[in-house]
């Protein structure tokens, strides 16, 4: 079981560190969680060298479907500072200040 961890983990530490570009926290998370994930759980089937292979292919897969959740959350994150829904406005935006008290304000009919 240490050899599939040890073997989940290299394999994760591999995958995030020759990504290209510039990747936000929670999709480097989210590939190296994946990747050792898939890997346990991909080295609970087969029999002796099958375990290793398992464990391969389950790290890959997990690596792949834990970088897609990750990238999903980054740009949500990315979204919700960026157009005024994180704890900063967006840059250049102030709201329109509040209209005087007693005043109605009768949108122009068209």
Excluded: H, W
């Amino acid at each position: 079981m240490i050899k599939v961890a040890l073997v989940a983990g290299l394999a994760a530490v591999s995958l995030a560190a020759c990504a290209p570009g510039y990747y936000g926290p929670n999709e480097t998370a989210g590939t190296a969680v994946g990747a050792v994930a898939g890997g346990v759980i991909g080295s609970q089937f087969g029999r002796g060298g099958g375990r290793v292979a398992g464990a391969a292919v389950g790290s890959l897969l997990g690596a792949a479907v834990g970088n897609s959740i990750g990238r999903s959350a980054d740009e949500r994150d990315y979204y919700n500072s960026y157009y005024g829904y994180g704890p900063y406005p967006p840059p250049g935006y102030y709201p329109p200040p509040p209209p005087p008290p007693g005043y109605y304000y009768y949108p122009p009919r068209y």
